[in-house]
């Protein structure tokens, strides 16, 4: 049996369908592939599946390779299905010269009145073969009648004669690197369809004749896909061709249970985006959820096994990249682990970086030159920084900045606060000279307050954050006052009556 992780020339693929966006389990499916690739040196390649013309649109496949791009998955080839009519046509002639394909004169109207008789019966649907014997005067007449119709006879693959031709092989057996042996009945796969009556061939069919043709190694998707599987060896069994490694990966769940889906709104890539979470945190927590990734490390001269979950860069993510240690069980979507992970990849971004964020994704430059030339460059980038290691979104952040402008408003105005402790607080802030103005002394004026009022520390803190903000939490509001400076920091409390 072929090598599960045969490392020398690997090739992978992301072959999504262009009949809707790219939504977050496609991403998932993505970034493994590439760092599967990146990790064995090897090649990611994007292939489009457009053979569902009807539903496919080339808007769908310019916004998927956009989002790749955002994200940072850079291909190394590019195919599109509907440009490979020839190659299907090739590997389709020899299939016939070998005798194990063969017209199907069945309508999609009869196999659809089969199906549903086989579903009040509580059987899966099995091809019965009706077609595969018929004599050639049937064929001659039929043929004349879909002529007619101006549709044409299906092509399915005779499957006694792929067995008969391969040794009667009793299964079709295939090593999962994640599942691991998977075997399959062929008997109860049946003649399918390689090509329709629309003369267009089928995904099966044209998505392992690519796999093949363009030496894809390894094929790492989603389990959806494992009942494909098994037609595709056959497929490949009847060109006398090795299949490549499978590797089925589990989709992604929402916390109802349901698979996530295009339809989903906590599956769009755009949601994300519109929420200013980092596309390096997105794929570290794609990486990590239905993973698992672990580090070796010496302790007092002992070797300890820990489980990792942030890491610095995407090369560190596929170094560590095991495709065996990828779990089979289904993976639940977590946006609050997700937001955990962005927290901790915004920390570490440079500032210069976030402002490029600020600026380019969330058009907020008036905003940013507002409050460089209230503050100066300085104190400008010191707020930024601030910001940046106390949210955990860059929506959260551009939302924050708003708090240091003068004419800063409160999401409501009916903030409810002590007004005689805001007063006393407001006495001894104004005692504080304007050179003078730092966090120490901040510390010393509401100590002064709790005395002269008898309430506590956290009725201080809570009350000046409040005033200051609007909000009853947030991040170190003496850092935010300090920032702000004396003179705006006691218009803003002189402002709450």
């Not at 808007?59 to 291909?75: A, P, R, S, V």
């Not at 050639?136 to 005779?158: A, C, H, T, V």
Request: aromatic content about 12%.
């Amino acid at each position: 049996m072929k090598e599960n992780l045969k490392a020398d020339g690997v090739r992978v693929r992301f072959a999504p369908s262009p009949t809707g966006n790219l939504h977050i389990g496609g991403v998932r499916t993505a970034f493994f592939n590439y760092i599967f690739a990146l990790k064995y040196g090897g090649e990611f390649i994007l292939r489009i599946d457009d053979t569902d013309r009807a539903r496919s649109k080339k808007e769908y496949e310019t916004e998927i390779i956009k989002d790749l791009n955002w994200f940072g998955i850079k291909y190394d080839g590019f195919y599109r299905q509907s440009e490979r009519t020839k190659v299907y046509e090739k590997y389709l002639e020899v299939l016939k010269e070998k005798d194990l394909i063969y017209e199907c004169f069945c309508t999609e109207k009869e196999i659809l009145m089969s199906k549903e008789i086989a579903v009040k019966s509580k059987k899966p649907y099995i091809y019965n073969g009706r077609c595969a014997n018929l004599s050639s005067y049937e064929k001659e007449k039929l043929s004349g009648q879909f002529k007619e119709r101006g549709i044409y006879p299906s092509i399915r693959l005779n499957i006694a004669k792929v067995l008969k031709a391969g040794g009667n092989f009793k299964a079709v057996e295939f090593e999962d690197a994640v599942h691991g042996l998977l075997s399959f009945n062929p008997k109860l796969i049946g003649d399918f369809i390689l090509k329709t009556e629309h003369n267009r061939f089928t995904y099966n069919f044209a998505s392992i004749i690519d796999d093949y043709d363009i030496g894809i190694t390894h094929v790492i998707r989603g389990e959806d896909h494992i009942s494909n599987t098994p037609k595709q060896i056959l497929i490949l069994n009847a060109l006398d061709k090795i299949p490549p490694v499978f590797a089925h990966i589990s989709l992604l769940y929402g916390k109802d249970g349901k698979i996530m889906s295009k339809r989903d709104a906590a599956a769009n890539i755009e949601y994300y985006k519109k929420e200013g979470y980092l596309p390096e945190a997105i794929l570290n927590y794609l990486a990590v959820t239905g993973n698992t990734f672990t580090v070796r490390q010496f302790e007092n001269g002992k070797e300890k096994i820990s489980e990792k979950e942030i890491f610095s860069d995407i090369l560190e993510i596929a170094e560590l990249f095991d495709i065996k240690k990828v779990r089979g069980s289904s993976a639940i979507f977590s946006e609050e682990k997700l937001k955990h992970i962005n927290e901790k990849w915004l920390q570490s971004i440079k500032t210069e970086r976030l402002i490029k964020i600020l600026i380019e994704k969330f058009n907020s430059e008036e905003t940013l030159k507002k409050l460089q030339e209230s503050y100066g460059e300085t104190v400008f980038v010191e707020i930024i920084d601030f910001l940046k290691n106390e949210f955990k979104t860059v929506k959260e952040i551009l939302a924050a900045i708003k708090i240091f402008f003068e004419d800063f408003k409160t999401e409501t105005q009916e903030i409810k606060y002590d007004i005689k402790l805001k007063e006393t607080l407001l006495d001894n802030l104004q005692k504080i000279k304007s050179d003078k103005f730092d966090e120490n002394a901040i510390k010393n004026a509401v100590k002064e307050s709790v005395s002269e009022s008898g309430k506590t520390l956290k009725d201080c803190y809570e009350t000046l954050r409040l005033c200051i903000t609007g909000r009853p939490d947030g991040p170190s509001i003496l850092k935010i006052i300090k920032f702000m400076g004396r003179e705006r920091t006691l218009k803003r409390l002189y402002g709450r009556q």
